[in-house]
């Protein structure tokens, strides 16, 4: 284990890990070692504390009530979305949908643009998307004969860039991309891939499910169209997240779900809708989740530092080194920069006997096709192991992995 691994300045891993009960807990008569934070995060004690105090203390329903736990729900939910705003670099808390996670913010693009495509208009994807920025658009595939088109990925886990800029046409109307791959952790240079749709006069849907929790987001920057993001990889709730849309992309695009909420006027002979971003969020909301993402957010504006994110990556790196080190392993991705997860493939072992396994070692990893066919597919694999890391992980966690990885193999070997 390298020094840099074990010791960063300034970041203490252990002040931040003591704030998650879970890790506390054993798991098999072994010290529990989670290391599938890209899958779902751990939650702090502040994010289950704010749970339960909006239930405790101030829980109403929000926007319409004119009474004082009415008004304090409404103001502590409103404030979610100024800090997603502030968080992903919007101008304006207006330019925040409040979704249930990427899954929801995708689709709800997806069926606005789809109602204006015709047969044989293109789609741009990538062979790295997860299912939540592929299947929506298989939608339009089935249902209005629109074509997608695949960004192909190097056998190193970059996306093919000249791939990407002769892919465009005259038919293409929409690209949709992965800002950091969940299985390959390959970070896209997501101003780039924006510049290069925009010269084309095509709007880009960036999914964030990965990218925003290890490092800073700034979707003005980017210039992007659209920017999803799911709360419950943010040491927040599950159900909560958020799409950013630019410029008048919300005025233009048609309400999603129908109900209370999302308009203004109703009669028997018409509706009225709400502005944007209410427009699209019909329905009484996940008021005390949404509340706790706020806090989720705040709490990484404390602890997610450089010295934590750059110690997240040491982890990753040290892993790599670890898995590099023994035969008969094959690591998916292996781009510079890519982000604190590795996937990889055991020889003659099946991904799900080794996650099994390193279970009764007290190692949580993930293993599958982690949501991602097309690029199993690619690699010519049908599974995988996957260890990602978070800000709560240690260099002891690290040698557990590597301990409980070495002693699956020899009982499988």
Same mark, same amino acid.
């Given at each position: 284990m390298t020094a840099l691994a074990r010791?960063?300045?300034?970041?203490?891993?252990?002040?931040?890990?003591a704030q998650f009960p879970i890790l506390s807990r054993q798991v098999h008569?072994?010290?529990?070692?989670?290391?599938?934070?890209?899958?779902s995060a751990q939650k702090p004690e502040a994010?289950?504390?704010?749970?339960?105090?909006?239930?405790?203390?101030?829980?109403?329903?929000?926007?319409?009530?004119?009474? %004082?736990?009415a008004n304090e729900?409404?103001?502590?939910?409103?404030?979610?979305?100024?800090?997603?705003?502030?968080?992903?670099?919007?101008a304006r808390s207006e330019e925040i949908v409040l979704t249930r996670g990427t899954t929801e913010a995708i689709n709800l693009v997806a069926s606005g643009i789809g109602l204006d495509l015709k047969e044989g208009?293109?789609?741009i994807l990538s062979q790295m998307e997860h299912h939540s920025n592929i299947v929506p658009w298989h939608f339009l595939r089935e249902r209005k004969g629109v074509v997608i088109k695949w960004v192909p990925v190097t056998d190193e886990g970059?996306?093919?860039?000249?791939?990407?800029?002769?892919?465009? %046409?005259?038919?293409?109307?929409?690209?949709?991309?992965?800002?950091?791959?969940?299985?390959l952790g390959t970070l896209n240079d997501a101003r780039a891939l924006t510049e290069i749709a925009h010269r084309h006069g095509v709007p880009i849907l960036l999914d964030g499910s990965q990218a925003a929790v290890h490092g800073p987001v700034d979707v003005a920057a980017i210039g992007c169209d659209f920017y999803a993001i799911t709360g419950h990889?943010?040491?927040?709730?599950?159900?909560?997240?958020?799409?950013?849309a630019k410029g008048d992309w919300l005025e233009r695009l048609p309400a999603f779900m129908g109900g209370g909420e999302m308009i203004s006027e109703v009669s028997e002979d018409a509706v009225v809708y709400a502005a944007p971003p209410h427009k699209f969020e019909a329905g009484t909301p996940a008021?005390?989740?949404?509340?706790?993402?706020? !806090?989720?957010?705040?709490?990484?504006?404390?602890?997610? !530092?450089?010295e934590a994110i750059a110690h997240e990556h040491a982890l990753m790196q040290t892993a790599t080194d670890g898995l590099q080190a023994m035969d008969g392993i094959r690591i998916l991705g292996t781009v510079p920069g890519k982000g604190p997860m590795v996937s990889f493939v055991v020889e003659n072992a099946h991904a799900h006997d080794i996650a099994q396994l390193m279970d009764r070692y007290g190692l949580a990893v993930r293993a599958g096709h982690h949501c991602a066919h097309p690029l199993m597919k690619r690699f010519g694999v049908t599974a995988s192991v996957r260890a990602s890391f978070a800000v709560y992980n240690t260099a002891d966690d690290v040698d557990a992995f590597l301990d409980a990885l070495r002693r699956a193999r020899e009982f499988l070997i």
């Open positions: 010791t960063l300045s300034g970041f203490d891993v252990n002040a931040v890990r008569g072994k010290p529990l070692v989670y290391l599938d934070s890209a899958a994010v289950i504390n704010a749970l339960g105090d909006v239930w405790r203390g101030s829980y109403a329903n929000v926007h319409r009530g004119l009474h %004082t736990l729900a409404t103001e502590a939910f409103e404030a979610t979305r100024g800090k997603l705003a502030a968080f992903l670099g919007a208009d293109e789609i970059a996306l093919d860039i000249e791939g990407y800029r002769a892919i465009f %046409t005259p038919r293409t109307k929409m690209v949709a991309l992965t800002h950091m791959s969940n299985v990889k943010l040491y927040g709730p599950n159900a909560t997240g958020a799409l950013y008021i005390a989740d949404v509340i706790a993402l706020g !806090t989720a957010l705040d709490w990484m504006g404390a602890h997610a !530092t450089p």
